[in-house]
């Protein structure tokens, strides 16, 4: 059973920073693709960023340049750097795995708040 747990999230103020961890119960080598999304008040889930098993990282236009995604392999964790957060970014953030064989299987962590006030 894969298990992702989520911690990091708080209040900031705006123009703060976070950092969102996201550990896994296994190695997080067997998942081809780890990412972050989120989801604000009365929106849908949208992702955040993303990185793949190789290494290549993707990002939201919104975020490009403040939030940085690594991972660990040592230690089953990926993070989330979120620089000069802005008020419209509170939001549950999720952690995502996914897997792409035999069949694209995604798992989610239970979320971690993040307020982010002005």
């Known amino acids: 059973q894969v298990q992702l747990v989520e911690s990091g999230g708080g209040l900031v103020q705006a123009g703060g920073s976070l950092r969102l961890s996201c550990a896994a119960s296994g190695s997080i080598f067997s998942f081809d693709a780890m990412g972050w999304y989120r989801q604000g008040p009365g929106k849908q889930r949208d992702l955040v960023a993303r990185?793949?098993?190789?290494?290549?990282?993707n990002y939201a236009d919104s975020v490009k340049g403040r939030f940085t995604i690594s991972r660990d392999n040592a230690k089953n964790t990926v993070y989330l750097d979120m620089n000069s957060l802005k008020p419209e970014e509170t939001a549950v953030y999720y952690c995502n795995a996914e897997k792409f064989y035999p069949r694209v299987t995604q798992y989610w962590g239970q979320g971690t708040q993040v307020t982010v006030s002005s």
């Open positions: 990185i793949t098993s190789g290494g290549s990282t």
